[in-house]
């Protein structure tokens, strides 16, 4: 039977570049596609438009995976945001950079890189097999035999598990690498949705569907303590809130969740402004504009749509003039202005996040190259790794440079 050097399972992201870097180096390289095509969820990243990578900074990339995401640096270090930048320039693919260093191809269209991933695997002379649903992988001496639910039997020297998380289950990510990893003696982390939204039990939040609260401070609480979150766009939404901040911090807060139950989500409507000088401010201008409605004066401070709702919590006539309001009426309101409080009560299903935040754990991998510290010749690369990083192009980096140092080391060892 004919063996590979290099079996790759999964045509994503890193399943891609992990090829083409083994086949680069003069392997012998086999991709082991679950659907008819290769990149399906890749299509779907940054709505159609593929949020490439970012321009940030290396420090800033291994931040953006939290507490060990200096696990990636040297998979950041050898493959860079600059150097995938030039690997999709090389092949006549502009890029663009927008907001916040986001780097999106120069036509707004996610098949224009996976078009670029195609072309250069065929390049490379990779063979690509597609509708291989991988059911059970084992080693026997230095070889691994790789099958498939329909008993289709492939040998490789190396292999790279690169088949992703469990999220967008109809794109093929279904856990079939986490569950042969298991199999290989591989601990999985708990699977938690990452960049997901999240329910809240406030009914006056559903009403406001589409609206949203443009830079406000927001923060959770939980058993007595407060996790302060940047200050960002908050979108309400018919069953509760998303928007940038909530979605990058969602596995955080799955995780209080699980452990706690439900959680408090605060928002500060003038995050710019402390509680001790909007008191005064409030004060003041009560002086000032006493013959004001509160209802009209509330339009300094809080978008119109939330006006309403509010009054209703405060439970203040919104036609009462300011110098009717009482001193506890006041202070009522500035703590609402600086913190109104929602409760999260749980989150959209796994199947409705962007990315799995969970996988083979980090321990039980070598940083350096990628290949499993248990079984010698078994590689991971991509969303399959513990953990996720933030929004702006940092996970798909992250596919794409451990791809690249998966099928590397597996091509010079």
């Known amino acids: 039977m004919n063996i590979y050097d290099i079996a790759v399972v999964g045509a994503g992201p890193a399943g891609c570049m ?9 392997k012998k390289v086999i991709l082991l596609e679950k659907n008819d ?14 949020n490439l990578t970012n321009t940030s900074t290396l420090e800033i990339f291994m931040e953006a995976f939290g507490r060990r995401g200096s696990f990636y ?14 690997f999709f320039k090389e092949h006549n693919l502009e890029l663009k950079v927008e907001e916040n260093g986001r780097v999106f191809p120069i036509t707004d269209k996610a098949e224009s890189v996976v078009n670029v991933l195609r072309k250069v695997l065929e390049e490379c002379k990779v063979k ?11 080693k026997v001496g230095n070889v691994f035999k790789l099958s498939s639910t329909d008993n289709e039997v492939i040998k490789s020297r190396s292999v790279v598990i690169a ?51 443009e830079d406000v401070g927001l923060s959770i609480g939980y058993g007595g303590k407060i996790i302060s979150l940047p200050t960002g766009n908050l979108l309400l939404t018919h069953f509760g809130v998303s928007g940038p ?19 408090k989500l605060y928002i500060d409507f003038k ?73 999260i009560t749980g989150h959209l299903p796994m199947d409705k996040a962007m990315v799995t935040c969970g996988g083979v754990t980090k321990k039980e991998i070598n940083p350096q190259t990628m290949e499993s510290k248990l079984v010698d010749g078994l590689y991971f690369a991509g969303e ?14 992250q596919a794409f440079s451990t791809g690249y140092l998966a099928g590397n080391s597996a091509g010079i060892k």
């Not at 992990?18 to 003069?26: D, H, K, M, N, V």
């Not at 749509?305 to 036609?319: A, G």
């Not at 399959?384 to 980096?397: A, D, M, T």
């Open 163 to 213: 088949t992703g998380g469990v999220t967008y289950g109809f794109t093929g990510s279904t856990g079939d690498g986490l569950r042969v990893a298991e199999f290989m003696g591989h601990h999985i982390s708990e699977l938690l949705p990452g960049e997901v939204p999240l329910y809240v039990r406030e009914k006056w939040v559903h009403q406001l569907k589409g609206v949203t609260l």
């Open 18 to 26: 992990a090829a083409i870097e083994g086949a680069r180096l003069g």
């Open 73 to 86: 640096r040297d998979a950041f270090g050898k493959f860079s945001n600059h150097n995938l930048m030039d």
């Open 271 to 343: 995050p710019s402004i402390n509680h001790e000088s909007l008191g005064a401010q409030l004060m003041e201008d009560f002086q000032s504009y006493s013959k004001k409605s509160l209802k009209n004066y509330l339009k300094i401070h809080l978008p119109n749509s939330t006006i309403q709702p509010l009054l209703m919590i405060l439970n203040i006539d919104p036609q009462k003039k300011l110098n009717q309001i009482s001193k506890k009426e006041r202070v009522k309101l500035l703590h609402i202005l600086k913190a109104l409080p929602l409760t």
């Open 245 to 263: 901040v909530i979605l990058d911090a969602s596995h955080e807060i799955v995780d209080i969740m699980n452990k706690q139950g439900d959680v």
């Open 37 to 50: 095509r290769i990149g399906r969820k890749l299509l779907l990243t940054g709505n159609g438009r593929c």
């Open 128 to 138: 690509v097999v597609y509708n291989y649903h991988l059911k059970h992988l084992n």
């Open 384 to 397: 399959i790794i513990s953990g996720c990083g933030l929004r702006g192009g940092y996970n798909l980096q």
